[in-house]
């Protein structure tokens, strides 16, 4: 069974930059496709970055582009989130997720293999 656990959230202030990191364990993600969401409070939950398990297609949300970078790295079975320029928009419960299918990812983080339990980003001054 996939399980995920994500680290690296925190207070950071505005055009600061995160981390985050999902550590991934029963399985090896090398044969998943990732994904990251943010839940901002009173919204939907909405995806973030998507990379297909090659990386040869990885997309982002219109509001992150060029300024969120999703990553992986099969040696340490995980996967990242770099965020630069940081807005308090951004401020959301963040959550990575994975699954065979790319396309179940963007469709949503309900019914994926694996789902990471949370880390919150505050990004305030």
């Known amino acids: 069974q996939l399980q995920l656990v994500e680290s690296g959230g925190g207070l950071v202030q505005p055009g600061g930059s995160l981390r985050l990191s999902c550590a991934a364990s029963g399985r090896d993600l090398d044969y998943y496709a990732i994904g990251w969401f943010r839940q901002a409070p009173g919204k939907e939950r909405e995806v973030v970055s998507a990379?297909?398990?090659?990386?040869?297609?990885?997309s982002y949300l219109d509001a992150v582009k060029g300024r969120f970078t999703i990553s992986r790295d099969n040696t340490r079975n995980t996967m990242y989130l770099q965020m630069n320029s940081l807005k308090p928009e951004d401020t959301a419960v963040y959550y990575c997720?994975?699954?065979?299918?790319?396309?179940?990812?963007?469709?949503?983080?309900?019914?994926?293999?694996?789902r990471g339990q949370g880390t919150l980003v505050t990004v305030s001054s």
């Open positions: 990379s297909s398990f090659s990386g040869s297609s990885i």
């Open positions: 997720a994975a699954d065979h299918s790319l396309e179940l990812i963007l469709q949503g983080y309900e019914y994926l293999e694996g």
